[in-house]
C-alpha cells in the first residue's frame, strides 16, 4: 500500500508543495511546529532514511539547503532546524522548521494549521526561493 506521501506525490491527495524535481518534493506540513515548517520527502518510497541510496540522501541535503535559505528569508529566524524523525509515516521525510529557541521543536500536540495559513505560507517560500 502506498504511504500517504506517494499518494500526495501522485495527486491523489491535496497539499501546497514549495519545491518538485525527479527526485523529490518538499510540502506544508499540516501540522506545523511553526509558521514555514515543511516536509522534504524522497519521491522513492523508503521507510528508513538510513537505508536511502547515498546520492539520494545528498539530493535531499542540497535541497534541503536551498529550501532553509528560502525560509530564511521567509520566515526570519536564528536557524532552520531539521529533523528526520519517521515514526508517524513509513516514508522517509525531512522536517525544516524556522526557530529561535529549542522550545520551537516539537512534535505532538501541534494544532492542524488552515487550508489558507498552508497557501501563505507556501507563496512566502516560493516568493523567497526565486
Do not use: Y
Not at 12 to 28: G, K, N, T
Not at 92 to 107: A, C, G, K, S, Y
Not at 113 to 125: F, K, T, V
Amino acid at each position: 500500500m502506498a504511504s500517504v506521501f506517494s499518494r500526495i506525490i501522485h495527486g491523489e491527495l491535496p497539499a501546497e508543495f514549495v519545491w518538485s524535481d525527479e527526485r523529490c518534493v518538499a510540502i506544508m506540513t499540516l501540522n506545523p511546529m511553526k509558521p514555514g515548517h515543511l516536509l522534504v520527502i524522497p519521491r522513492e518510497e523508503v521507510d528508513h532514511w538510513d537505508d536511502m541510496p547515498i546520492d539520494l540522501s545528498a539530493h535531499l541535503m542540497a535541497v534541503s539547503q536551498k529550501l532553509a535559505k528560502a525560509l530564511k528569508r521567509a520566515f526570519p529566524c536564528e536557524r532552520v532546524g531539521m529533523m528526520i524523525v519517521g515514526l508517524e509515516v513509513p516514508h522517509v521525510h525531512l522536517h525544516l522548521v524556522p526557530i529561535d529557541t529549542m522550545q520551537d521543536i516539537r512534535v505532538e500536540g501541534l494544532p492542524q494549521a488552515s487550508p489558507e495559513q498552508l497557501a501563505e505560507n507556501a507563496d512566502r517560500i516560493r516568493g523567497a526561493l526565486t
